[in-house]
Nanobody, 126 residues
Framework: QVLLVESGGGLVQAGDSLKLSCAASGTIFSGYTMGWFRQAPGNKREFIAAIDWSSGNTSYPNSVKGRFTISRDNAQNTVFLQMNSLKPEDTAVYYC???????????????????WGRGTQVTVSS
């Protein structure tokens, strides 16, 4: 059973930085892409970053490129999301997810991810 547990969320001011963690367990993640999504009230779940567990290749949408960085620690089985220059519009619940590489849907589709954490709240005040 794959288990993903996010941590590191909180209340920060605009311009601050925050680093989220996702502790992963239950399988060999070399066969997975790990993603971060976020969802604000009334909005769709939004793709914000992904990393290939084996190669370390990363992908970001333009909305966060240059501000957010995804990384992983193989020894700790943990994925991180470093968020810099935070804006009030970054306020959302942030989710960690795992997508099998056998999945046909591309990494930006939340439907491609079969395993999800419970999320961690990030609130950015102006």
């Amino acid at each position: 059973q794959v288990l993903l547990v996010e941590s590191g969320g909180g209340l920060v001011q605009a311009g601050d930085s925050l680093k989220l963690s996702c502790a992963a367990s239950g399988t060999i993640f070399s066969g997975y892409t790990m993603g971060w999504f976020r969802q604000a009230p009334g909005n769709k779940r939004e793709f914000i970053a992904a990393i290939d567990w084996s190669s370390g290749n990363t992908s970001y949408p333009n909305s966060v490129k240059g501000r957010f960085t995804i990384s992983r620690d193989n020894a700790q089985n943990t994925v991180f999301l470093q968020m810099n220059s935070l804006k009030p519009e970054d306020t959302a619940v942030y989710y960690c997810a795992a997508r099998s590489k056998t999945q046909a849907l591309t990494i930006s589709f939340w439907e491609a991810y079969g395993f999800w954490g419970r999320g961690t709240q990030v609130t950015v005040s102006s």
